[in-house]
């Protein structure tokens, strides 16, 4: 009986949704294609434990949704943007060294502190991101060791269908079906996940696990699975075992806890596990968790791990307020500006080169935000506090409590789940490509200007986002370098089935299809753009005031040619070409920038734009400002 209750109790949790959403990189939130609101399979690569709607499909490279046979190609053919007419996956490209600006929305809030401005809960948002591994390229030789292990070999896909990756049922097990599909971690690193005990200290309150391994948590204690991710490494942070994620960062409200956090981040410090001294590992081998455990079964070993890359960042959380996926306190999404590694670094880190020059490394980006209570100590409390009648010990919290507050009610029920007490929640990135820089982009800084949001009105959309320019406002100073790329969906029709939203992709242009543009505006309020033509100003016409390049570096040397591809998104790449055939509201233009224009900002100015498609006046504002100094 009591074993049925707690099966109908997981369901109803199931449930109950919470959530971050990324939208810039763009959050997949597990979607793929979909041309429906909600995506098809929540448990397609992670667990989220977001709402079915979040969330943006994949890039497209043409007008025409991917091929899913052949969803997505190399580099060399993905970022050829003379090709406009082979539909396949478009994978965002960042210069190393450049400046991404992350930008979030979490429900509950985050950051304060509790001191002098305590927020409704604590909070941490883990950043972090993977590449495609290749051992020969690790030059030390612990790396080479760790990127060479089959559970932190990466191998990146977004894949052509939205089916979840089939379970591995051996260590070296690499089900065939899989070739086609997402994939984040290895095979591997999910058999490990599921024979390696858990930690047995930490605390479960009132939760009974099901089974005696890292697939067991309290916040999954039936074991669900979601891609080939490992519960257990998903839920704590920093993880013990070593993990196929690299750290980018640490934001939280408890600033105190940095230097523990860079003491125990695997890119600067050992982490270690139990393997096979030699050949493949048996599952006793893999199970134990501490040194003495692994050295008492013979044949294994406590090997060390790590990936030789500088400490994570580690600072105060941007407040943000709950119930409410919106801005910071200053009006301002949530940001974090990530200034990605250098392409040698990664590369001596044991990172695949793609392409016929090597010059693209295939990552991933994953945030996760993690909140918790003062209820009882998240950071002290371990499995001494596990709910246990027959030793008469009382969680701290439990299920749906009806508690005394001392007058003479009878008692008031609380909302307590105590799977979700504290809670994690992920948003992941599709796929993208970072590139070595060309010589003429040496010594630059480099800052990326993109496109966030999908195809529908507020209520559409949510909760994603519109259309709208990353970063909306950015500042950059004579001589800094601008990369303007953007990339969309085919098949964002937003359609049935919707959820708990509104469905419909009401916008400009063919139902269903992501458009962007970029023409300039004289001023932000307005809604014309400024006719090229007649102002040729190098301080007015931005495309006069800088230097153009394509992606690989070479020069586009008449200022009208960069305009043009920015304001058709690359259907016309020389004026020489232009003739009458681009559909006014772009249908027929790329959806993609492929490999984006790098604008070199000569001219001190401030240059308003906006998308000339999306752009609409009562429904919604796809404009911004570029400032040079
Ligand atoms: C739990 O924490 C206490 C200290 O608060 C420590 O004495 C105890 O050994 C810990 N138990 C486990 C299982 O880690
Ligand atoms: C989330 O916070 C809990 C404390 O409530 C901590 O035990 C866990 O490691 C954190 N997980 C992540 C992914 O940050
Ligand atoms: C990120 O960088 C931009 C441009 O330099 C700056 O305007 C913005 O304030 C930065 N954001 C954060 C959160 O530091
Ligand atoms: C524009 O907004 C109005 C409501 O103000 C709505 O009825 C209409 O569907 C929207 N159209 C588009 C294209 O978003
Ligand atoms: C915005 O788009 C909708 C749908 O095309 C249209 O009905 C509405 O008039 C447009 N609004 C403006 C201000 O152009």
């Not at 690193?189 to 309290?218: I, P, V």
């Not at 992501?514 to 007649?534: A, G, S």
Request: glycine share 8%; hydrophobic share 30%; charged share 20%.
């Amino acid at each position: 009986m009591g074993k049925l209750v707690g099966a109908c109790l997981v369901l109803l949790f199931a449930s109950a949704f919470a959530d971050v959403y990324m939208h810039r990189p763009r959050g997949s939130n597990n979607r793929l294609n979909e041309q429906s609101a909600n995506r098809n399979n929540g448990n397609r690569l992670f667990d989220s434990q977001n709402n079915n709607r979040g969330g943006v499909n994949v890039g497209d490279k043409t007008n025409a949704p991917f091929n899913a046979n052949n969803p997505a190609s190399e580099p060399d053919a993905t970022f050829n943007f003379n090709d406009k007419t082979t539909a396949m996956q478009y994978q965002e490209v960042y210069f190393e060294g450049s400046v991404l600006t992350v930008e979030w929305t979490a429900q509950h809030g985050c950051g304060g502190n509790d001191k002098d401005d305590s927020h409704t809960q604590n909070c941490d948002m883990v950043v972090q991101y993977t590449c495609d591994t290749d051992p020969a390229n690790a030059v030390d030789p612990v790396v080479r060791q760790t990127v060479a292990d089959p559970a932190l070999t990466v191998v990146l896909r977004d894949g052509g269908n939205t089916n979840t990756p089939d379970e591995p049922n051996s260590y070296t097990d690499v089900p065939a079906g899989n070739a086609g599909r997402g994939h984040h971690e290895s095979e591997a690193w999910y058999y490990e996940c599921k024979t390696r005990q858990r930690n047995h200290g930490l605390f479960h309150a009132d939760q009974r696990l099901a089974r005696d391994t890292a697939r067991y948590t309290r916040q999954n204690n039936n074991g669900n699975r979601n891609g080939l991710e490992c519960p257990e490494e998903r839920d704590y942070y920093p993880y013990w075992t070593p993990s196929p994620w690299r750290d980018i960062a640490y934001l939280t409200d408890t600033v105190d806890r940095c230097p523990y956090i860079q003491a125990n981040s695997m890119n600067n410090n050992m982490k270690y596990k139990c393997t096979a001294a030699t050949g493949t590992p048996t599952d006793q081998q893999l199970k134990p968790i501490t040194k003495e455990a692994c050295e008492a079964v013979p044949g294994a070993v406590w090997r060390q791990y790590t990936y030789d890359l500088p400490a994570p960042a580690c600072e105060q959380a941007g407040w943000s307020r709950d119930n409410h996926l919106g801005n910071s306190r200053d009006g301002q999404p949530l940001t974090f500006n990530w200034t990605l590694p250098s392409f040698d670094d990664l590369v001596r880190s044991g990172v695949k080169k793609f392409g016929t020059q090597g010059n693209y490394l295939k990552c991933a980006f994953r945030l996760r935000y993690n909140i918790s209570t003062d209820d009882y100590n998240p950071w002290a409390i371990n499995s001494t506090w596990d709910d246990n009648p027959t030793a008469g010990i009382v969680s701290p919290i439990t299920n749906n409590p009806t508690v005394d507050v001392g007058a003479d009610l009878q008692g008031l029920r609380l909302a307590i789940n105590t799977a979700q007490f504290g809670r994690t929640f992920q948003d992941r990135s599709h796929v993208f490509y970072i590139k070595k820089r060309p010589a003429a982009f040496n010594n630059k800084n480099i800052f990326n200007l993109n496109v966030r949001g999908k195809r529908g009105n507020i209520v559409q959309t949510y909760p994603s986002v519109e259309y709208d320019f990353v970063p909306n406002r950015l500042h950059v100073k004579v001589g800094d370098l601008v990369h303007l790329q953007w990339t969309g969906s085919n098949t964002h029709n937003n359609g049935n089935p919707g959820g708990d939203g509104q469905t419909g992709d009401a916008g400009q242009g063919q139902t269903g299809t992501d458009r962007n543009n970029f023409v300039q505006l004289l001023r932000l309020d307005d809604n014309y753009p400024m006719p090229y033509d007649k102002f040729q100003e190098k301080e007015k016409n931005m495309f006069v005031g800088s230097t153009c390049y394509n992606h690989d570096g070479t020069l586009i040397s008449d200022w009208v040619d960069c305009a043009l591809i920015a304001a058709t998104s690359g259907y016309f790449r020389s004026k020489t070409a232009v003739d009458d055939t681009l559909n006014v509201q772009m249908n027929n233009a790329p959806a993609s920038l492929v490999g984006g224009v790098v604008m070199s900002m000569n001219t001190a100015g401030t240059y308003h734009y906006m998308s000339s498609r999306n752009n609409n006046l009562t429904n919604r504002s796809q404009k911004g400002t570029l400032i040079v100094s």
